[in-house]
């Protein structure tokens, strides 16, 4: 598996990493935008990427090396159902918020297929909680609530991460980049999202499992 970046590239469609690592910007590609050219490839060594955004991918075809020109190219399907579900994730941590009465420590999360889940630090909900989750969740996605991408610096971190979990444990850093639901949390996050909460359709829980520490939490979004 590659693991890569782009260098300093004048396209419109790229990032910075919210460490703020020099001279390396990171593929954004806009919606149904299945193919672009990326220049200055760099390549990162699969340890010692100190924590730096990563794209990983497989060749269909042929090899590469530092400064060639490559073709990328995304499955938008399978993009748009992560983006749905990451942003899931974070509208469930705050139902969860509003259930429990204070924030849950997440210990691990998979917001993708095949089965979505958030290992949570609490005991388990019970059915009627199971329920309220749900209904909270699903107001937000009603309420077409906007999702976006603020960078911060350090100092102003607990202005904007609202209602979050694991700020505790957060990396050392100077900026930060955090994804913000109107009016519901803003969470130090890495991953792609949805531009509005309504475009994750309808949030259902699945169920749980018991965890040495807590709980796991099944999910899906349907369309």
Not at 3 to 26: A, E, H, M, P
Not at 103 to 113: E, N, Q, S, V
Request: charged share 25%; proline share 4%; glycine share 8%.
């Amino acid at each position: 598996m590659i693991f890569f970046g782009i260098k300093q590239t004048n396209s419109s469609f790229c990032y910075d990493s919210f460490l703020n690592r020099k001279n390396v910007k990171f593929l954004e590609l806009p919606r149904h935008e299945q193919k672009i050219t990326l220049k200055g490839l760099f390549i990162f060594a699969l340890l010692g990427i100190n924590g730096v955004f990563a794209h990983n991918g497989r060749f269909a075809s042929g090899s590469f090396k530092e400064n060639d020109e490559i073709e990328c190219e995304i499955d938008w399907e399978l993009r748009y159902k992560i983006m749905k579900l990451h942003t899931t994730g974070h509208i469930l941590d705050y139902a969860l918020r509003e259930v429990y009465g204070k924030a849950i420590d997440t210990l691990g999360a998979l917001h993708g297929p095949p089965k979505a889940y958030t290992i949570y630090k609490a005991n388990p909900p019970d059915q009627v909680m199971l329920n309220s989750i749900e209904n909270i969740a699903n107001e937000i996605v009603q309420e077409d609530k906007g999702v976006n991408i603020v960078y911060v610096d350090a100092a102003k971190l607990s202005e904007v991460a609202v209602n979050a979990p694991n700020l505790d444990r957060l990396p050392a850093s100077d900026r930060y980049r955090i994804v913000v639901i109107d009016g519901v949390n803003g969470i130090p996050c890495a991953g792609t999202h949805v531009k509005k909460t309504g475009e994750v359709g309808h949030i259902k829980v699945l169920g749980t499992e018991a965890e040495q520490e807590g709980f796991k939490l099944y999910y899906d979004a349907e369309s």
